[in-house]
């Protein structure tokens, strides 16, 4: 208690000297263990010997006992305990006690490499303490090279590996003799950190890991083999994790939760501190570190914060090599050597993205900090498990005081709040012709035919019309067109588990004859950190973005060394084209009236990047351009789905006065809740409140009284669904919230008011009839000469203007084709099926190809 009392005080102490408040405060009292005898046939052999050293009296942790006997009971098990509970412990005395007693091999599949490699050391050391032979534990990861990993499937025993290696290179291979053999003799499946397959990567996985089990069953079949296979699962504390484990893997589960903890912890300290909001925010954090830097007895520390290249501007501010980043895009030696230096205690504290959220083993941090409110109370649970594991701690979160008034909550409450579920889209059909890609190519590899979804495993119902599609000549519709052309001839490599449909990007810096790749990116996180012409920071190393090749050969984003380490800003712009007839509401999810309408609908987004800012000044690409073609503008073009709110009222309605920012807070307010309270990521949703067109006749026609919230992926996952399902929810938290945070809440009672007298005035409703443009005899329906549309190069897409329509007589077909300006670099000429209308600078016209007249229907009276 005294060491706790010690930091607290200097702790508190340093963020008081900062000008910080303390809003709020946890006291979490530490708990005394619990333990259970283990079952005599782990106290016998070389096994009972090792266990007699660390173990002595026979007996461990009660969950860990509990799970062990469900273990050799052959259930399939998920141990979902809190942080340094012990839980790595139980499946690992289950596959070593049939490394020792059978014959059997296993995979244990971590989440990240940075906790594989921490992990992978204490399978070795294990081994070695247990006497079997060197090589039963080995590694398969991105970064193991291809003569070692298939050397790993012949000798090894224990496959310590990614599920992202499983997908680009196990299963690819998945027909090879060594695989097959693995295969046969696979008698535990083991899944760490199972509470982080959730969203885009969790529902990749859910089919990788079912894959993963139809290979198995045929070459078992094939073979003769009768090994029995189980599954081992570890999760923090989540909601549901036995039905969350059975949608991941469409197998059932026992589940070992929190009332058998038997873990004994520290106690610790959680604080509510008021820090400002915005840019400010960062600098605050930086001064704190600064402090506890130069006091003596805070111990080491870590802090979080959610912006990569926030955590790169923290450090480069902080200007101390004590002091590190770490987040996701660093090449593994980077990642390694930041590891090695947290663990020898040679850091004083590191500045993290989640991704030292998870269960690396860093016993040392006595002070955690948040920057802002953690994405879901599961992060702040992992995050919060990160402090204090050695001796008590403190961990602040470091947020605006009415961080969590204007939730209509506490911090006390959030804490004390019920863990939100997991969630899987395994409805998403952009995964599924993905996953069914590779099973079909796997399928050939293991002599099927691939006719049909494979039996013996729990699919998805909407999984096999997909599957259909996917086949080869199959009649599909056109939007599979882009995600089949990524996935090529090549579907495990080019279908990443960690997105849908997004174009990746490596990360070179050098002259041409001397390239170093330091990093990748995806194209989502490209266009707002890695833009032409940014300030990019690396390990502090400041850079700038020169140019994106988008080759056949070659799609990476060169850097070189910035001599002006100036931030820049990107100057985004976002365009949402929705409508509500019948082909574009979910389900019939629709409720109307007098006073406008919400419902769930598939939607069309366009997220563009057309400049910076630096300094003051606003630098935008259409001008640049002209004397450096590599300043072009970048976007990124997805059908999703979402939720529309369209409001013709005059407290919300209009392009000017008040009712533009009552709309961008109201979005703002629901898309925060649905992060809060639904435990969506926020990188997988937004909203937009301006330059949102509704489809009319098929054409776009911009309004100014409507908010859409939408997922920002591929295909969309309907996570924003609660919106229209539970919206009385969503009132009735906003109304809280106002009465709580009074000013600070994100919208006022009179907003709140308005939003529900709103919705009481909807009813159900019915999709209108829309049928689109339909020409005239002898017309066609053709894009106008002064649309701006896109065409995909590579994948990416590269913008065209419109200067006329023409049909060109090829053999014994008729063409339509769009002649388009091409900046005084000759003709340029593109097939009108090529085209994509993203954004909202295109139209529709009539056109009649032997007269040349062209109409518009709006001036026609089509409208």
Known sequence: ??????????????????????????????????????????????????????????????????????????????????????????????????????????????PLKALLADQLQRWKVLAGELGLPEGTVQELHGDVPMERRSEALRTARVLVATPDLLQAWFMRQVGSPATREFLTRLRFLVIDEAHVYESVFGSNVAYLFRRLLVARQRVCRATGSDTRLQLIAATATIFGPRDHMQCLTGCDFDEIGDVDDGSPSHGRTLLHVAGPEGASAEGSLVDVIGRIH??????????????????????????????????????????????????????????????????????????????????????????????????????????????????????????????????????????????????????????????SVPAGVDWPASFALVYEHSKPGARRPREFDYIAQLGADSPHLNYPLRQVGEANYKLKIGARDDVE???????????????????????????????????????????????????????????VNVGAGIDDVVNSRIMSGAGGLLAEVALQVNESVLGFKAGGAARMYRDMRTSDPRMTKKQREFGTTGVVIRINEPWFSGGSGSSPIVRAAVGEALKQLLIREKSVAPNDIDYASTNIAFYEKGVPRRVTDTVVLYDSIYGGLRLTEPLFTDFDEFLERLERAAD???????????????????????????????GGLVAPDGDLVVYASDSIVSVRVNGVYVERAILEPKLFEIGSTTMLMYRYDTGGEGEGWVPHDQIEPTGQDWRRVFWNPKTGVVTDPEEDGVF
Not at 536 to 545: F, G, I, Q
């Open 1 to 110: 208690m005294a060491d706790r009392i010690t930091v607290l005080e200097k702790f508190q102490g340093l963020v008081e000297d900062g000008g910080l408040d303390v809003v709020e405060r946890i006291d979490v009292a530490p708990r005394q263990e619990r333990r259970l005898p283990l079952a005599a046939h782990y106290l016998e052999g070389r096994l009972g010997a090792w266990v007699a050293r660390k173990l002595p009296d026979g007996s461990a942790w009660r969950h860990q006992s509990i799970a062990l006997e469900r273990i050799d009971a052959g259930s399939n098990v998920v141990v979902a305990t809190g942080t340094a509970s012990g839980k790595s412990l139980i499946f690992q005395f289950a596959v070593m006690r049939e490394m020792l007693e059978g014959t059997g091999c296993a995979i244990v599949v971590y």
């Open 294 to 451: 130069a006091e003596a007895g805070t111990g080491s520390f870590i802090a979080f914060h959610d912006s990569r290249q926030g955590v790169e501007r923290v450090c480069s501010a902080v200007a101390d090599d004590a002091v590190l980043p770490y987040r996701s895009g660093y090449e593994t030696a980077d990642r390694t050597r930041i590891e090695r230096e947290l663990r020898a205690g040679s850091l004083r504290g590191v500045v993290s993205t989640s991704a030292l959220e998870l269960g690396i083993d860093v016993a040392g941090f006595t002070v955690g900090m948040n920057l802002g409110v953690p994405q879901s109370k599961k992060a702040f649970r992992q995050r919060l498990g990160r402090v204090g594991r050695a001796s008590p701690g403190v961990f602040a979160v470091m947020a605006p005081p009415q961080a969590f008034t204007r939730f209509g909550s506490s911090f006390a409450e959030y804490y004390a709040g019920s863990v939100e579920p997991s969630y899987l889209y395994l409805d998403n059909r952009f995964i599924q012709f993905a996953h069914a890609r590779c099973l079909m190519d796997e399928s050939e590899q293991l002599g099927s035919n691939g006719g």
């Open 517 to 575: 790749q330091i990093g990748g990116i995806a194209l989502n996180q490209a266009i707002r950190e890695a833009y032409p012409g940014a300030l990019y920071l690396h390990l502090k190393r400041p850079m700038k973005v020169r140019e994106w090749r988008s080759s056949a050969f070659d799609r990476s984003i060169r850097l070189e060394d910035a001599v002006k380490a100036a931030p820049t800003r990107p100057i985004l712009h976002t365009t």
């Open 740 to 770: 709580r945070a009074g000013a600070g809440a994100f919208v006022g009672e009179d907003v709140v008011s308005g939003l529900s007298a709103w919705y009481r005035s909807l009813a159900e409703g019915l999709a209108d009839q829309d």
